[in-house]
């Protein structure tokens, strides 16, 4: 079955411009979670999406990040102004919920961001 | 500062050998997940604990979940080259929580 898909998988910038990373979870997963991770790290949580609730934006770094998704489908995450500390994989993980027992989170392979 | 701290935060070990890594917080968890990620690829999931005191096993690979529902732990036996990867722990808090992970290498 399809599971999450991120594109694209890589992405060469230069400082300066806007970049848009967009992310498809699995059909009826109502959670989606945006996470950045540098180079040898762990994930750093930046955006979390439930239902049509507000998102919990308070792990976006500046405000030349932001994100939107549409529904519970497709989501998209914009960063203006790239600067060359933004250079990271962009991670993409929906589920089905977020309390209880069935909160996996299936990740995307992830957005390969490079700024020059 | 992290929510779930990990530790090691990296290690090396020779295949056969056993290890265990830690994760830990002053918060309690409803639910607790380690997730293993392989280079180019996204965190997969291994398994969940719900339960204060919960042992599970898979395969070669034990997680304890503590008592009071703050801290875990991951026990490999026998490891393996193919366990090479990042071990991350997540925490049910609101919404998952990740941390830094422990990066393990099985050298052959």
């Known amino acids: 079955g399809a599971g999450v898909s991120q594109s694209p998988s890589n992405k060469v910038t230069e400082k300066g411009k806007d970049v848009e990373l967009r992310c498809d979870p699995i059909s009826g997963h109502t959670a989606l979670y945006w996470y950045r991770q540098r180079l040898g790290q762990g994930l750093e949580f930046l955006i979390y999406?439930?239902?049509?609730?507000?998102?919990?934006k308070s792990g976006l770094p500046s405000d030349r990040f932001s994100a939107e998704r549409t529904g519970e489908s497709v989501s998209t995450l914009t960063i203006q102004r790239t600067q060359q500390e933004d250079s990271a994989v962009y991670l993409c993980a929906s589920s089905l919920a977020t309390s209880g027992y069935y909160n996996e989170q299936f990740f995307g392979p992830g957005t390969r961001l490079t700024v020059l | 500062t992290q929510l779930l701290e990990q530790s090691p935060q990296f290690l090396s070990i020779q295949e056969g050998e056993n290890l265990t890594v830690y994760c830990n917080s002053s918060?309690?968890?409803?639910?607790l997940q380690w997730y293993r990620q392989e280079p180019g690829e996204g965190p997969v999931l291994l398994v969940t604990?719900?339960?204060?005191?919960e042992v599970k096993k898979l395969k070669r690979l034990t997680f304890q979940f503590g008592d009071a529902r703050k801290d875990s732990s991951l026990h490999i036996t026998a490891a393996q080259p193919g366990d090479t990867g990042l071990y991350l722990c997540?925490?049910?808090?609101?919404?998952?929580?990740f941390g830094a992970g422990t990066r393990l290498t099985v050298k052959p």
């Open positions: 999406f439930q239902g049509n609730s507000a998102p919990d």
């Open positions: 997540a925490g049910a808090h609101n919404y998952m929580r």
């Open positions: 604990v719900v339960t204060g005191g």
């Open positions: 918060s309690v968890f409803s639910s």
